[in-house]
């Protein structure tokens, strides 16, 4: 499997190859360019599966990478390298792109190439980094990818019912459409979802959306109706946040 390292610094290409040889033994040969044209003419040439790109760089982006490529050559899959700020690693979290946080470690790489694999192929490259553009320049995020066996599936904030812990997955229930399980755990969501306030986690192996509360109901303890009919616990500790919350929507 090819690698290709675009980075305009090239101590920052010189220790990420040093990383990828010792910890992914699947890519086994490793391209470097200090510009993004310049990477594009490795990419064609040589196609590589696997890009670890840098975001600022003179001249152009690396997220104009698209721009300089023909669609039939999207069989590849993006790792940025970013120094960005919490607000941006966010909209990369919200587009389903992974990325290496300036300065890398080695457990990053591996994890990240890991991921990346399974992705080659279908990883609708096009529409998840159109969607990082519109985050990145956004005030408010308004939508998230969610991978799945198929690939990734966008969807808005507005139309997420409820999510629900499956050990290391996560069944999604949409308004109007049936449950999507997805490959990432529900604290990902968790995490990801806490600034958007119409989302709330009553419980360990929950996550709602206030908008879609149906019901609240007393006895048993007190549990919710979702508006899918979906039940949810109430840990005992939320019960009185949560009476507090609805009574405020």
Same mark, same amino acid.
């Given at each position: ?11 920052? &290409? ?6 990828i040889?010792?910890?992914? #033994?699947?890519? %086994? ?10 990477g594009?003419?490795?990419? @064609?040439?040589?196609?590589p ?10 001249e ?10 023909? &669609? ?6 993006i790792? =940025? %390298? ?22 890398? &470690?080695?457990?990053q ?16 490259? $096009? ?32 139309d ?5 812990a ?5 069944n999604?229930?949409?308004? $109007? ?7 990432? #755990?529900? @604290? ?6 806490? @600034?958007?306030?119409?989302?709330? &986690?009553p ?27 979906? %039940? ?9 946040? =949560? ?7």
């Amino acid at each position: 499997m090819k690698a290709l390292i675009i980075d305009d610094e090239k101590k920052a &290409r010189n220790v990420l190859n040093i990383l990828i040889e010792e910890n992914c #033994p699947k890519i %086994t040969q490793i391209f470097q360019a200090d510009n993004l044209l310049s990477g594009i003419d490795i990419i @064609k040439e040589e196609a590589p599966s696997i890009i670890f790109l840098d975001i600022e760089m003179p001249e152009h982006s690396g997220l104009e990478i698209l721009d300089f490529i023909e &669609r039939e050559v999207y069989n590849f899959e993006i790792i =940025f %390298t970013t120094a960005y700020s919490e607000y941006a690693i966010q909209a990369f979290q919200l587009s389903a792109i992974d990325y290496l946080l300036k300065p890398i &470690r080695s457990s990053q790489v591996k994890e990240a190439v890991e991921k990346a694999i399974k992705f080659i192929g279908k990883s609708q490259i $096009n529409e998840r980094l159109s969607e990082l553009k519109i985050s990145l320049d956004a005030t408010n995020f308004k939508k998230i990818g969610l991978p799945n066996a198929n690939g990734i599936k966008f969807v808005n904030f507005d139309d997420i019912v409820m999510l629900e812990a499956d050990g290391m997955y996560t069944n999604v229930s949409l308004h $109007n459409e049936k449950t999507i399980l997805v490959s990432k #755990p529900l @604290k990902f969501f968790a995490d990801t979802l806490q @600034k958007i306030n119409t989302f709330y &986690r009553p419980h360990r192996s929950y996550l709602i959306n206030l908008k879609y509360i149906q019901e609240y109901i007393k006895k048993d303890g007190g549990y919710i109706v979702m508006e899918n009919n979906k %039940t949810v616990s109430i840990s005992k500790d939320k019960k009185q946040e =949560f009476l507090s919350i609805i009574q405020n929507i």
